[in-house]
């Protein structure tokens, strides 16, 4: 069964810390590019990361400078290290890749308070 599987979510302050993860069901040795995404309510899900098999990365500039995405292709999983948050990065992140067809995972939800 083809699925992605977010982790890592929860409440921290503003200028706190969070490690999220994605595991994947397939492969990462097979996927190229894979991102994060994030959602919140009323909004639509934003791209905030890519990341390449490679190791290479970018970001959208609301996450430049604090993010930083990573992979281990090994364990299938990729990571998004979130330092200095703030309020406005509270949402439910996600990650994908174009060979998931459409299929999303449940997402894990942040929550920064002030």
């Known amino acids: 069964q083809v699925q992605l599987a977010e982790s890592g979510g929860g409440l921290v302050q503003a200028g706190g810390s969070l490690r999220l993860s994605c595991r994947s069901s397939?492969?990462?040795?097979?996927?190229?590019?894979m991102a994060w995404y994030r959602q919140t309510p009323g909004k639509q899900r934003e791209l905030i990361a890519n990341?390449?098999?490679?190791?290479?990365?970018n970001y959208t500039d609301p996450v430049k400078g604090r993010f930083t995405a990573s992979r281990d292709n090994a364990k299938n999983t990729i990571y998004l290290h979130m330092n200095s948050l703030k309020p406005e990065d509270t949402a439910d992140y996600y990650c994908?890749?174009?060979?998931?067809?459409?299929?999303w995972g449940q997402g894990t939800r942040v929550t920064v308070s002030s």
């Open positions: 990341i390449w098999r490679d190791g290479s990365t």
């Open positions: 397939l492969s990462l040795f097979r996927i190229n590019h």
């Open positions: 994908n890749s174009k060979i998931y067809g459409g299929i």
